[in-house]
């Protein structure tokens, strides 16, 4: 697995959905990706929401499009959900938020390739929506 790096994400507006699509370097070719997690906390910690996604695609929810078997590469989806009690409609606007991307795979290994901490210059920020249709 990749070593730990910081990570933004960045760049959306409160209340809109986003697909937060990541590429994770390093899989064993024969023990690909079976699970993995995004988990999204405030400073508290408070777990804020947290994805849960396997190779079937779920609406909501994201996919493993890639296990990383074919090449060492995985790659994962995670479908973040707006509206009015979505997931990014959870988070308060400039605010950072910690979050990590954790996978599990077929052997039961549990690895974190990437965390992203508001104290490291890192994290997720949403902008302030406008419209509210």
């Given at each position: 697995?990749?070593?730990?790096?910081?990570?933004?994400?960045?760049?959306?507006?409160?209340?809109?959905?986003?697909?937060?699509?990541?590429?994770?370097?390093?899989?064993?070719?024969?023990?690909?990706?079976?699970?993995?997690?995004?988990?999204?906390?405030?400073?508290?910690?408070?777990?804020?929401?947290?994805?849960?996604?396997?190779?079937?695609?779920?609406a909501g929810?994201?996919?493993?499009?890639?296990?990383?078997?074919?090449?060492?590469?995985a790659v994962?989806?995670?479908?973040?959900?707006?509206?009015?009690?979505?997931?990014?409609?959870?988070?308060?606007?400039?605010?950072?938020?910690?979050?990590?991307?954790?996978?599990?795979?077929?052997?039961?290994?549990?690895?974190?390739?990437?965390?992203?901490?508001?104290?490291?210059?890192?994290?997720?920020?949403?902008?302030?929506?406008?419209?509210?249709?």
């Amino acid at each position: 697995m990749p070593t730990l790096g910081t990570a933004t994400i960045n760049g959306f507006v409160r209340a809109d959905d986003l697909d937060v699509k990541h590429s994770i370097s390093g899989v064993i070719q024969t023990d690909p990706l079976t699970d993995a997690w995004l988990t999204v906390q405030d400073a508290t910690p408070t777990q804020i929401f947290q994805k849960h996604i396997t190779t079937s695609a779920v609406a909501g929810q994201g996919q493993i499009m890639d296990d990383g078997s074919a090449n060492g590469t995985a790659v994962v989806r995670f479908e973040l959900v707006g509206g009015s009690s979505g997931d990014t409609t959870k988070l308060t606007a400039d605010l950072a938020y910690a979050y990590d991307i954790q996978v599990k795979t077929v052997a039961g290994k549990r690895y974190t390739p990437e965390t992203g901490f508001p104290t490291k210059s890192g994290g997720m920020t949403a902008s302030e929506q406008v419209t509210t249709a």
